[in-house]
């Protein structure tokens, strides 16, 4: 088990599937043997960069034989995420999936069954749990350095704002931003929270007539009393906008934004220093990174737990649709679990 390597492939070779590429191909436990793409200039560079076969569908590739696999990195729109699971496990493979997994709780719970039924593991991308500043931070609240936790407040601000053709499919605001800080909540407070609260405005040409926003605050209370705040944009001009606090009853623990260098000017005009990271390619270098190595460690055995389980992803999508209807009717809603906690998922 020590010296094998993993074989995958990766399907989507967009933004987020180049990341996920250049670290498979950085991490020794991981060897890229396929990668899948319909553009096919996209996937005949990204064959050459890999040393790789390129194929035009996920079937196709599935289909050569000559060529198999252990594991599949899914880099598609979320549209698509659960038909390339499904094919994935039902030819033996294990799957790493980007965020989020589906849109319903319902093919979040098949999906997740199939991979229990077929013995496989599925591993969804939530790279914050995987970041060094804020695994920091959660250590820190759980080993008590700042009391009793009060209050847990996210800052998610987005840079480059995307462009409107992706907005338009990108599942809204809160699926495709919100997501990570709802799931983010869950982790730091060790709670499910039992009401939230969505407000949202879009300023944007063209994103009020999606229908989505573009700024939105969401609010969570959890049953020991505890408050999440969640701030999302997509504009952000100084740079990816990705902070972090947590306030208890003896103190207060932060992460803060990252930068290229730490240099700052002093001068009679003030404090100049660099902006932040530019997007989240760069920002969560280092997360990418270990999801993908605890990806590797779960398909050899090394790792038998995922940082993200099955009920994770299941009350991340549960939050996000109650966000969603909050966001919709303008008023508080009240989180019902029963159909996870009575089994009946």
């Not at 594991?71 to 729109?77: K, R, S």
């Not at 407070?189 to 700024?215: K, N």
């Not at 997007?279 to 990174?289: E, G, I, K, L, M």
Request: aromatic share 8%; proline share 5%.
């Amino acid at each position: 088990m020590g010296g094998h390597r993993v074989t995958v492939c990766v399907i989507g070779l967009g933004r987020i599937g180049n990341v996920h590429f250049t670290n498979a191909s950085n991490n020794r436990k991981l060897k890229i043997v396929a990668v899948v793409d319909p553009i096919e200039k996209l996937r005949a560079d990204f064959a050459e960069r890999g040393d790789c076969k390129g194929y035009a569908s996920f079937a196709a590739a599935l289909a050569d034989v000559a060529n198999p696999f252990e594991g599949v990195l899914v880099c598609t729109p979320t549209g698509e995420h659960p038909a390339n699971i499904r094919d994935a496990l039902n030819a033996e493979k294990h799957v790493f999936c980007e965020k989020p997994i589906a849109f319903d709780t319902k093919i979040v719970d098949e999906v997740y069954g199939l991979a229990k039924a077929k013995g496989k593991m599925l591993l969804c991308g939530f790279q914050r749990r995987s970041d060094p500043s804020f695994t920091r931070v959660k250590r820190m609240i759980d080993e008590g350095k700042i009391g009793t936790l009060h209050k847990v407040r996210t800052i998610s601000r987005d840079n480059p704002c995307p462009p409107l053709a992706y907005l338009k499919i990108s599942g809204g605001l809160i699926f495709d931003c919100a997501s990570h800080d709802c799931d983010e909540m869950r982790w730091l407070t060790g709670e499910d929270p039992e009401q939230v609260y969505a407000v949202g405005s879009a300023f944007l040409p063209g994103v009020g007539d999606i229908p989505d926003v573009d700024t939105l605050e969401i609010t969570f209370k959890f049953p020991s009393g505890r408050l999440g705040s969640v701030d999302i944009s997509r504009i952000s001009l100084s740079g990816y906008d990705q902070r972090v606090e947590a306030h208890g009853d003896k103190g207060t623990v932060y992460a803060e934004n990252e930068k290229d260098t730490t240099t700052i000017l002093a001068n009679a005009q003030g404090f100049t220093q660099e902006v932040d990271k530019y997007s989240f390619p760069t920002r969560y270098v280092a997360a990418y990174s270990n999801e993908l190595d605890h990806f590797a460690n779960l398909c050899t055995g090394v790792d038998t737990q995922p940082r993200l389980t099955h009920e994770d992803v299941h009350k991340n999508c549960l939050l996000l649709l109650y966000a969603n209807q909050s966001l919709k009717t303008g008023l508080p809603v009240k989180i019902d679990y029963s159909t996870w906690t009575s089994g009946k998922h």
